[in-house]
């Protein structure tokens, strides 16, 4: 089971970039990357999911290196509304990707 | 996306109660997972149910505590047994749709308070 670390929080101001790295260093051959955020009295919601190098989608970016051993959640330009807790889970075709770590709470001042 | 329906919303109940959370998809799911949410903390998986069979209990999580029904591809309901003022916490149920490449579609959650 690959276990995930991540800072447990950041602060940011708006309409700077904010990355967010995970270290996953157990990953397995067959195991995706996935981001979700998750605002107050709310369920999570995916943002993005990756395998390897660099996925984007409107919402952020997902770096990848080679060894695969961390992840980097990119978000452009935040704004105040982007304060959340974000999640990297790692996992393959089992439950094990359903398995959240701490998460980073993220807070995005004026 | 799937849209789910959790309900209730919120609910306080008296100690030594029970109490049965919903959850209605509006499209045909094979896995929907149950998770429990303490304030400030992160999820905990409670259990997997797939229509057909019993659910698959992670590790502290014991079906008599939590029995969980999964009558079809879209309903599922997760039962807090005996409750104590320890079960107070958030519930919240999420299902995986079109593949995992896609992630997984959360309800917005059942905040139980036990008094």
């Known amino acids: 089971l690959a276990k995930t670390t991540q800072p447990i929080s950041m602060d940011s101001y708006e309409g700077q970039e904010v990355n967010i790295t995970c270290s996953h260093n157990n990953i397995a051959t067959n195991d995706y990357i996935t981001w979700y955020q998750q605002f107050p009295s709310q369920g999570p919601r995916f943002i993005i999911q990756?395998?390897?190098t660099k996925v984007t989608n409107e919402v952020a970016s997902l770096f990848i290196p080679a060894d695969r051993k961390s992840s980097t959640l990119s978000l452009p330009r935040v704004s105040l509304s982007d304060t959340a807790v974000y999640y990297c889970l790692v996992g393959g075709n089992n439950n094990n990707d359903m398995r959240f770590g701490a998460g980073t709470r993220l807070t995005v001042k004026p | 996306s799937a849209v789910i329906s959790q309900k209730p919303s919120r609910d306080i109940c008296q100690r030594g109660t029970s109490l049965t959370i919903q959850c209605q998809v509006d499209?045909?799911?094979?896995?929907m997972f149950w998770y429990r949410q303490q304030p400030g903390q992160s999820l905990t998986l409670i259990a997997t149910?797939?229509?057909?069979?019993?659910?698959?209990?992670e590790s502290g999580f014991v079906i008599d505590k939590f029995p969980i029904s999964r009558p079809n591809l879209t309903f599922s309901t997760l039962t807090v047994s005996n409750m104590s003022p320890e079960d107070s916490s958030i519930y919240l149920c999420?299902?995986?749709?079109?593949?995992?490449?896609?992630?997984?579609?959360f309800g917005s959650g059942t905040r139980l308070t036990v008094v």
């Open positions: 990756g395998y390897k």
């Open positions: 499209s045909q799911v094979t896995m």
């Open positions: 999420s299902v995986e749709v079109q593949g995992r490449r896609n992630g997984y579609t």
């Open positions: 149910a797939n229509q057909g069979s019993e659910a698959t209990y």
